[in-house]
């Protein structure tokens, strides 16, 4: 399956502050990636999908604004969560898709965001 | 839109025994399913997953999960367990017509005593 890879793995930051996640396609071109958001004990929730070139597709209820993707290259796309806040404060994962419209999704190691 | 359920929120069993999560989902199209697992401190990792033909799906490290289309399941099966299988697993569905898109179940939590 693809390699991915998430920079950093934790980051703390203070209330008001922005942070930026990266996440990279080691071994292959991904021209779509997914961002997701996983609380504590909980399951993963989609944020929103980036599209290598065009703008984000943001799920209901995730607010575009806030959580800033940015896919300009087929190896990498990032999340910055602008402002961040204590209820920020979540694991975020990325994933990659082999492609086609029965694509298998490969994840990242996460991020594991911390705000003060 | 569809949504996916798994029953148990966490399971404990011995080594050796035999382990069955249940996974249903809600959508009347077609579906591709799967089942991830995250072990403590690592990231999702695939296990299987099912798009057509046989509904009987085997994966790595023994697992096994069977498409039940008329119940809307897609259960996942190890005979027996090891240490090693302690982690979360997670069902996921993406309906063809939301293109990749992944539904994830609740998680199951599974603790295997050696």
């Known amino acids: 399956g693809a390699v991915v890879s998430q920079h950093p793995s934790r980051v703390i930051c203070k209330s008001g502050t922005s942070v930026k996640i990266e996440c990279r396609s080691l071994d292959f071109q991904a021209t779509t990636m997914f961002w997701y958001r996983q609380f504590p004990k909980q399951s993963l929730m989609l944020m929103a999908t980036s599209n290598e070139g065009s703008k984000a597709t943001y799920e209901q209820g995730v607010e575009k604004d806030k959580f800033l993707i940015n896919h300009a290259s087929l190896t990498l796309s990032t999340l910055t969560v602008t402002s961040a806040h204590p209820e920020d404060s979540s694991f975020y994962i990325c994933?990659?898709?082999?492609?086609?419209?029965?694509?298998?999704?490969?994840f990242g190691p996460g991020t594991r965001l911390t705000v003060l | 839109a569809q949504s996916v359920s798994q029953h148990n929120h966490h399971v404990i069993l011995s080594e050796a025994a035999s382990l069955e999560l249940g996974c249903n989902y809600s959508?009347?199209?077609?579906?591709?399913l799967f089942w991830y697992v995250q072990y403590p401190g690592q990231h999702l990792q695939l296990l299987l997953k099912?798009?057509?033909?046989?509904?009987l799906v085997k994966g790595i490290k023994g697992f096994e999960a069977e498409f039940i289309k008329s119940k809307f399941s897609f259960n996942l099966r190890k005979p027996s367990v090891q240490w090693s299988d302690t982690a979360e697993y997670f069902c996921a569905v993406n309906a063809r017509a939301a293109g990749n898109k992944l539904t994830f179940g609740g998680g199951t939590r599974v603790l295997v005593k050696p």
């Open positions: 994933s990659t898709t082999s492609g086609g419209a029965s694509g298998t999704q490969y």
């Open positions: 099912y798009f057509s033909g046989d509904p």
């Open positions: 959508y009347g199209g077609t579906v591709n």
